[in-house]
């Protein structure tokens, strides 16, 4: 079974960093993606950046393009989300799935993280 635990949320002022992390387990042998989500209230769920374990290749949605980085430790199973220059737009629950490729169908989504941004 999958498993995602999230954490380094908290309170930020707008122009501020967060990092956040992603401690997977149980991946399966062709989850070769990992993506952080986020999900603001009444708002759909929305793709932030994905990297893939197989080739390296990252993705960024548009909303964080220049100011959100993702990596990973493969060897202490952890996804990192680097946050910088902070939005009030950026409140939402941040949290980690898995995909067999970064276009993919993900699944077994964390319990995430609260980022709220202050204007």
């Known amino acids: 079974e999958v498993q995602f635990v999230e954490s380094g949320g908290g309170l930020v002022q707008a122009g501020g960093s967060l990092r956040l992390s992603c401690v997977a387990s149980?991946?399966?042998?062709?989850?070769?993606?990992i993506a952080w989500f986020r999900q603001a209230p009444g708002v759909e769920r929305e793709g932030v950046s994905c990297?893939?374990?197989?080739?390296?290749?990252?993705f960024h949605g548009d909303p964080v393009k220049g100011r959100f980085t993702i990596s990973i430790d493969i060897a202490k199973n952890t996804v990192y989300l680097q946050m910088n220059s902070l939005e009030p737009e950026d409140t939402a629950v941040y949290s980690c799935?898995?995909?067999?490729?970064?276009?993919?169908?993900?699944?077994?989504w964390g319990q995430g993280t609260q980022v709220t941004v202050s204007s």
């Open positions: 990297i893939s374990t197989e080739d390296g290749r990252i």
């Open positions: 149980g991946l399966a042998s062709d989850d070769y993606a």
């Open positions: 799935a898995a995909a067999t490729h970064c276009s993919g169908r993900f699944h077994s």
